[in-house]
């Protein structure tokens, strides 16, 4: 494919802003592409533009009495420094989810790509379906939708939701999965070192949770195994690593059990704790993709996962993971299948590392994008 000038609109970043799983995919792709292609990244951030892995990084510092507003004058601010860099003008235009919507209707005549790495719908569900900015989103999302040149879901079973919720055509919807560098989250580490370090002994096994504390990710469930776990395995011990907004009643709920709550963690401490675990447990209740899975099989970790979404799709149950219901007993079945079978529970991430170099290295996911972008260009 020859030179493109590209440009990326993502509201996170790896070395600005960074919220969830967004962050990462966003940045790590437009990293792969800077390799053959000129790439821009325009994003929120309070700080000079700046240069980082051969991405041309432009900054925004929006403000807004709600995320909506947020968005909306962060879309506007973006377009307008876009302009700036717009000769040569941009081969391409690439939207990740609704935060850039009102920009994207700016520029809607240029070749655009709209990425869904989640939906409003997906995030929140009905529960929310009479709240103003669930409506707002998902018309967001419907409209971004209708008006991109393609789209681009990050698993097939978000692509069925996407042409499902926002009436989106077969032909105009094409499935790029996430990618990983696992260099990132490999270490060499001493995991009894690190298991002390937290007051766990040594050869107890330590069942690992990250992510955000929030009912899509289903921190709850897992809580709620662990009495029946521990009855199988009484030296289990449970470490839960990120933030939400629940991470108040789970800190009540695990009051009398084996859990250490650490809220957000350092990337660096989040390595050595992801490679000191024994068993990596993803309990969503929804996961249109799951970064934690492929993060998980770079560290060569057994994963014991909720059967839904694009976790359901990567793993092959008993294979390179264990996939479970979504519900506290599946989970503590899932985990107490394997939990005395170390060698077992080394096999399962030995061949979820595999997966990640057969499938989801970065420069593989960058080759399909661009096979998005050809369909996009006369």
């Known amino acids: 494919m020859e030179t493109l000038k590209i440009a990326h609109f993502a509201w996170e970043s790896l070395y600005s802003e960074k919220v969830g799983g967004l962050a990462s995919a966003a940045t790590c792709l437009a990293e792969s592409l800077a390799d053959r292609h000129e790439v821009h990244y325009f994003t929120r951030g309070n700080k000079p533009d700046e240069v980082i892995n051969n991405v041309h990084y432009h900054y925004v510092h929006p403000y807004g009495d709600n ?18 860099f717009d000769r040569p003008r941009f081969d391409i235009l ?8 009102e920009a994207l209707h700016l520029l809607k005549d240029r070749h655009t790509v709209l990425t ?31 008006i991109a040149g393609r789209c681009t879901a990050v698993s097939d079973t978000l692509r069925r939701e996407v042409m499902s919720l926002y009436n989106v055509p077969d032909w105009k919807i094409t ?26 002994h040594p050869l107890a096994p330590l069942v690992f949770f990250a992510g955000r504390l929030s009912v899509q990710k289903g921190p709850d469930l897992l809580l709620a195994a662990i009495p029946e776990i521990l009855r199988h395995r009484w030296d289990a011990r449970f470490i839960f690593a990120g933030g939400g907004d629940m991470y ?12 250490s709550l650490l809220g957000h ?6 390595v050595r704790l992801l490679n000191a675990s024994d068993i990596v447990v993803i309990p969503s209740r929804n996961e249109p ?34 996939k479970v219901p979504v519900h506290p007993r599946g989970i503590a ?36 994008i661009e096979t998005v972008y050809a369909d996009v260009l006369p």
């Open 67 to 84: 995320i909506v507003e947020y968005c909306r004058r962060m879309s506007y601010k973006a377009e307008k420094i876009f302009r700036e």
């Open 248 to 259: 108040r009643s789970l800190q009540k709920k695990a009051k009398h059990l084996p859990v």
């Open 265 to 270: 963690v350092p990337d660096g401490e989040f």
């Open 333 to 368: 079945r899932g985990v107490t299948s394997i939990i005395d079978d170390a060698s077992e529970v080394r096999a399962l991430g030995q061949r979820g590392r595999q997966n990640v170099e057969r499938h989801f290295r970065w420069e593989k996911i960058a080759g399909t």
């Open 289 to 322: 993709f799951g970064l934690i899975l492929p993060e998980a099989w770079s560290a060569s970790r057994c994963v014991v996962a909720s059967d839904v979404g694009g976790l359901s799709e990567n793993i092959t149950h008993t294979v390179d993971g264990i």
């Open 116 to 146: 869904f790495h989640s939906t409003e719908w997906g995030r929140n569900g009905n529960k929310h379906g009479d709240w103003w900015e669930f409506r707002e989103i998902s018309g967001k999302e419907w409209y971004g939708a209708y």
């Open 175 to 200: 499935v790029v999965r996430n990618g990983v560098k696992p260099e990132r989250f490999y270490a060499e580490v001493d995991a009894g070192d690190v298991k002390q370090g937290y007051g766990i």
């Open 94 to 101: 690439h939207f990740h989810d609704w935060h850039f919507v």
